[in-house]
């Protein structure tokens, strides 16, 4: 059975950083990407940024910017998600998904809504200023 946890959500003063964690299992973790996508009330849900295992590819959403680094342990079957200068437009509730794009080539499909086949339940982060 696919389980997909997300933790490490939390609230933050803007500058601040945390840390978000996505824990697989009950599938073979190299085979797919595992993304993080952000929603907030009225607006939809958006990558955040992608790794695949099997390769090390990743992707980060335009807005990220430079201040988010995502990064796989393989051995754990858990990715992290490193989200530093945070600012109040990153509040939103964070998912982590299994993405499989199939045979397209790497890039923004691999962190795409569309591709997800399944969902954590999320993890709330709000960002103060």
């Known amino acids: 059975e696919v389980q997909l946890v997300e933790s490490g959500g939390g609230l933050v003063q803007a500058g601040g950083s945390l840390r978000l964690s996505c824990a697989a299992s009950?599938?073979?973790?190299?085979?797919?990407?595992i993304g993080w996508f952000r929603q907030v009330p009225g607006k939809e849900r958006e990558g955040v940024s992608c790794?695949?295992?099997?390769?090390?590819?990743?992707y980060y959403g335009d807005f990220v910017k430079g201040r988010f680094t995502i990064s796989s342990d393989t051995a754990k079957n858990t990715v992290h998600l490193q989200m530093n200068s945070l600012k109040p437009e990153d509040t939103a509730v964070y998912y982590c998904?299994?993405?499989?794009?199939?045979?397209?080539?790497?890039?923004?499909?691999?962190?795409?809504?569309?591709?997800?086949?399944?969902w954590g339940k999320g993890t709330l982060v709000t960002v103060s200023t």
């Open positions: 009950g599938f073979s973790f190299g085979d797919y990407a």
């Open positions: 998904a299994a993405v499989d794009a199939g045979p397209v080539e790497f890039g923004a499909a691999w962190c795409a809504d569309y591709y997800a086949m399944d």
């Open positions: 790794i695949r295992s099997s390769d090390g590819n990743t």
